[in-house]
């Protein structure tokens, strides 16, 4: 496997070298492997890499009404029709308040996707073939979940495992914004695959549970030429 380092809070995450804790089997990754890496990254402290490697977000923005240049009241009618019709999904772009508070963000929507969508893929492709590059390239160094599940399927490839099935799948967009000058939020639903664990002569050692649909929200910086998650967010 082509040796790949990336900082992880002041961490290495080399091929080879496993430095967070193993995750639980890949069924349990959306329940208790959330608070198991998020309760250890706190409880040790840890400090990023890079103090630029984080982008700060900006004093929110008033999206009040500029005051009317006429003297007469709006109508009832025109009152009502500025409010956004109800939807049962936020749009994934357009226009809104925060498009216009942060026109830079929202023009990289489409890359904050992108990116997000390449998550997965690379997660697949790492489950399957054992190569990390496609999804390392898709993090910064402040994520620590993300870097739990490159981990979590390194070490259960060792020796000559293969795991078989247990794929994650980017379900539905449910909406992308940017929610900061630098930064851009992708909520999406997710589930995955049951699947098994062999080892070398093909013997099944662990099952996977599948997990039902679970709504993550992904922070993005889109600051750099290349879109990267820097962190993600369990919803419910």
């Not at 009502?80 to 809104?96: H, K, V």
């Not at 992108?114 to 990390?132: K, P």
């Amino acid at each position: 496997m082509t040796v790949l380092s990336v900082c992880i809070r002041g961490f290495d995450l080399r091929a080879g070298i496993g430095i967070l804790p193993a995750m639980p089997g890949r069924g349990h990754r959306r329940s208790a492997a959330w608070a198991i890496a998020a309760s250890s990254m706190l409880a040790l402290g840890l400090v990023g890499c890079d103090s630029h490697s984080k982008p700060a977000t900006v004093p929110p923005v008033s999206t009040s009404p500029a005051p009317s240049t006429t003297t007469a009241p709006p109508s009832p009618t025109s009152a009502a029709s500025s409010d956004p019709a109800p939807t049962s999904g936020t749009p994934i772009s357009g226009e809104s308040a925060l498009n216009s508070a942060f026109p830079s963000a929202a023009a990289q929507i489409p890359a904050a996707i992108d990116t997000v969508r390449r998550f997965f893929d690379g997660l697949n492709h790492e489950s399957d073939t054992g190569d990390e590059a496609l999804v390392l390239g898709t993090f910064t160094t402040d994520c620590t979940l993300c870097a739990s599940e490159v981990v979590s399927i390194h070490d259960e490839l060792q020796s000559g495992q293969t795991i078989k099935g247990a794929h994650l799948h980017l379900l539905r967009i449910l909406s992308a914004e940017p929610s900061a000058r630098t930064i851009v939020s992708v909520s999406v639903t997710e589930t995955e695959d049951g699947g098994q664990l062999l080892d070398a002569r093909g013997k099944v050692i662990r099952s996977f549970q599948a997990v039902p649909p679970t709504k993550l929200v992904f922070q993005v910086n889109v600051e750099s030429a290349a879109a990267r998650i820097f962190q993600i967010d369990r919803v419910g």
